[in-house]
């Protein structure tokens, strides 16, 4: 069974950094480096909005909002994605979600991000 946990969220004023991280269980490195992952996130009364990707290759995207802040990186041996964010801004305030995705997509619970001004 699959399992993704992210870590690395909490309150932080404007300007402030966070790391998230995303554990990533029951698959094997292989699999999971031939995988596709991408962070996510929700803010409060809106719908999940894609904020960065990863390709099997390190190939990466970003949503125009977090260029330049944000930055994905994964780390195939340890089998853990990361999501490094500075100049946090209030409207960064979100649950934010690894999802890793190949021939199958899968989920983590999230963690709340909340940048206060």
């Known amino acids: 069974q699959v399992q993704l946990v992210e870590s690395g969220g909490g309150l932080v004023q404007a300007g402030g950094s966070l790391r998230l991280s995303c554990a990533v269980s029951g698959i094997s490195g292989f699999s999971f480096s031939i995988n596709a992952i991408a962070w996510y996130r929700q803010p409060p009364g809106k719908s999940r909005e894609l904020v960065a990707g990863?390709?099997?290759?390190?190939?990466?995207n970003y949503a125009d909002s977090v260029k330049g802040r944000f930055t994905i990186s994964r780390d195939n041996n340890k089998k853990m994605a990361y999501l490094q964010m500075n100049s946090l801004k209030p409207e960064d305030t979100a649950v934010y979600s690894c999802?890793?995705?190949?021939?199958?997509?899968?989920w983590g619970q999230g963690t709340q991000v909340t940048v206060s001004s």
């Open positions: 999802n890793v995705r190949g021939s199958n997509s899968y």
């Open positions: 990863i390709s099997n290759s390190g190939s990466t």
